[in-house]
């Protein structure tokens, strides 16, 4: 990735492609894989605000809006958590 051309979106969208063709595997959208990659953050308990900053949303609260359903499952889960340490 010598060539500075990577850094216009249209030719790593390009090059993306390519290589997908050539991995021989599925075709998944590339929007798709920042979705993915802000989910299993989300998942792993990193700090929202982190996540958001990677994602370069201009609120917080935006990137909470779109990972709600990652939210109401750390929800459960602590609910869970904090269940069974307070009944033990």
């Given amino acids: 990735m010598r060539n500075r051309n990577y850094l216009d979106p249209r030719?790593?969208?390009?090059?993306?492609?390519?290589?997908i063709?050539?991995?021989?595997?599925?075709?998944?959208?590339?929007?798709?894989?920042?979705h993915t990659h802000a989910t299993i953050l989300?998942?792993?308990y990193k700090?929202?605000?982190?996540?958001?900053?990677?994602?370069?949303h201009t609120?917080?609260?935006?990137?909470l809006d779109i990972y709600s359903h990652?939210?109401?499952e750390m929800q459960r889960r602590s609910a869970d958590?904090?269940?069974?340490?307070f009944w033990n």
């Fill in 47 to 56: 700090n929202p605000k982190i996540v958001s900053e990677r994602l370069g």
């Fill in 81 to 85: 958590r904090f269940d069974k340490n």
């Fill in 21 to 34: 063709e050539e991995a021989n595997v599925p075709y998944i959208p590339f929007h798709n894989l920042r």
């Fill in 59 to 63: 609120r917080v609260g935006i990137t």
């Fill in 11 to 19: 030719n790593l969208l390009r090059k993306y492609k390519r290589l």
């Fill in 70 to 72: 990652t939210n109401q």
């Fill in 42 to 44: 989300m998942r792993m």
